[in-house]
T-cell receptor, first 114, second 115 residues
């Protein structure tokens, strides 16, 4: 089954404690993205990757890091989480190609930073 | 700059009633348009998409959307709502950015369905 998986689904942590949210896709997609979803703001892109070792900032990259060492994996790293990073996070993947805008989303990770 | 506006934050309808969710976009070229649905505790699922051709597109779960270039709109409709349609709905426009095809999302419309 084609899918995007994220772990963990729920996470409560304290300010300043480094954490990583994993994302994996089994569709051999070139592109992967991270979004955060906040009430009234919709989904905002944090980072994206066009291929292995190729990443770039999205609209709200501050406080986040990513890496893409393998095509299937795209972890999101919060080196020093703060309460304003409490949010619902989604990973997504999409294929390459001229008309390929359709994204496939993971189930989400709800993060609370106290 | 590209943007998507969903004017209605919350909508409540009765089960069996018709539904229309509004979406307006700002994009200079021919847009690629999408509607996604997010059920409680779930990720986003694609309902339908418009790339070109017929301006009335059919999607899953009985939804349809109509692209109106003159109004810069892509409204989502369903003739008879079911209780299971209660969810949050996101409109998105595809935009080319530095060799990457990105999606720009609206703020979402939360739909409640009364029995």
């Amino acid at each position: 089954e084609a899918q995007v998986t994220q772990n963990p689904r729920y996470l409560i942590t304290v300010t300043g404690k480094k954490l990583t949210v994993t994302c994996s896709q089994n569709m051999n997609h070139e592109y992967m993205s991270w979004y955060r979803q906040d009430p009234g703001l919709g989904l905002r892109q944090i980072y994206y990757s066009m291929n292995v070792e190729v990443t770039d900032k999205g609209d709200v990259p501050e406080g986040y890091k990513v890496s893409r060492k393998e095509k299937r994996n795209f972890p999101l790293i919060l080196e020093s989480p703060s309460p304003n990073q409490t949010s619902l996070y989604f990973c997504a993947s999409q294929g390459a190609g001229g008309n390929s805008y359709e994204q496939y989303f993971g189930p989400g990770t709800r993060l609370t930073v106290t | 700059a590209q943007s998507v506006t969903q004017p209605d934050i919350h909508i409540t309808v009765s089960e069996g009633a018709s539904l229309e969710l509004r979406c307006n976009y700002s994009y200079g070229a021919t847009p690629y348009l999408f509607w996604y649905v997010q059920s409680p505790g779930q990720g986003l699922q694609l309902l339908l998409k418009y790339f070109s051709g017929d301006t009335l597109v059919q999607g899953i779960k009985g939804f349809e959307a109509e692209f109106k270039r003159s109004q810069s709109s892509f409204n989502l409709r369903k003739p008879s709502v079911h209780w299971s349609d209660a969810a949050e709905y996101f409109c998105a426009v595809g935009a080319r950015s530095g060799g990457y095809n990105k999606l720009i999302f609206g703020a979402g419309t939360r739909l409640a369905v009364h029995p």
